[in-house]
């Protein structure tokens, strides 16, 4: 077994070079590792990862609301349902019908503020390309939309 030479300038590894390596190894793993969250591409993956963050559902089917907008384009539309539960996730890859979709929630938000008071029976929206989250009645306020913000903290 050949020994490391003593001498600096003799091709020995410093202790701070060793340290770095070691460091930068273990941050490249834990990148790697770290990353147990799927890619969400579907509706169906958005359920999974809202009933990973707690969000509990009986019944995962899909939704008859593309067939009642006429001039949308909605590729997936599912509706989560449970205790005091009912929640639309929609995938719009069509960026029109993204955009009226977020167009409108301002619309509802303008109409509020012109009022004054929130509207009864108003949903709450999230949304984030391709998908758009109706959540019409939760078990606890805000924990769709805590849970979303889990699941995207950037947005």
Same mark, same amino acid.
């Given at each position: 077994m050949k020994a490391w030479p003593r001498a600096r300038g003799?091709?020995?590894?410093?202790?701070a070079s060793g340290v770095a390596a070691r460091?930068? @190894?273990?941050?490249?793993?834990?990148? @790697?590792?770290?990353s147990s969250?799927?890619?969400?591409?579907t509706a169906q993956d958005l359920a999974a990862a809202l009933q990973r963050q707690g969000i509990q559902y009986q019944n995962l089917e899909t939704s008859d609301m593309?067939?009642?907008?006429?001039?949308?384009?909605? /590729?997936?539309?599912? *509706?989560?349902?449970? /205790?005091?539960?009912r929640v639309d996730i929609l995938r719009i890859e /069509?960026?029109?019908? !993204?955009?009226?979709?977020?167009?409108? *929630?301002?619309? @509802?938000?303008?109409?509020?503020?012109? *009022?004054?008071k929130p509207l009864?029976?108003?949903? /709450?929206v !999230?949304?984030?390309a391709p998908f758009v989250v109706v *959540?019409?009645?939760?078990p606890q306020a805000g924990a769709v939309r805590a849970a979303l913000d889990k699941i995207w903290p950037d947005s």
């Amino acid at each position: 077994m050949k020994a490391w030479p003593r001498a600096r300038g003799e091709g020995a590894p410093s202790v701070a070079s060793g340290v770095a390596a070691r460091a930068g @190894l273990v941050t490249a793993i834990l990148a @790697l590792g770290c990353s147990s969250t799927a890619p969400i591409t579907t509706a169906q993956d958005l359920a999974a990862a809202l009933q990973r963050q707690g969000i509990q559902y009986q019944n995962l089917e899909t939704s008859d609301m593309p067939a009642n907008m006429r001039h949308a384009q909605i /590729d997936e539309a599912l *509706v989560m349902t449970g /205790d005091a539960l009912r929640v639309d996730i929609l995938r719009i890859e /069509d960026e029109r019908t !993204f955009n009226m979709m977020r167009a409108s *929630v301002v619309l @509802l938000g303008a109409a509020e503020a012109k *009022v004054g008071k929130p509207l009864p029976g108003r949903p /709450d929206v !999230f949304e984030k390309a391709p998908f758009v989250v109706v *959540v019409r009645q939760e078990p606890q306020a805000g924990a769709v939309r805590a849970a979303l913000d889990k699941i995207w903290p950037d947005s």
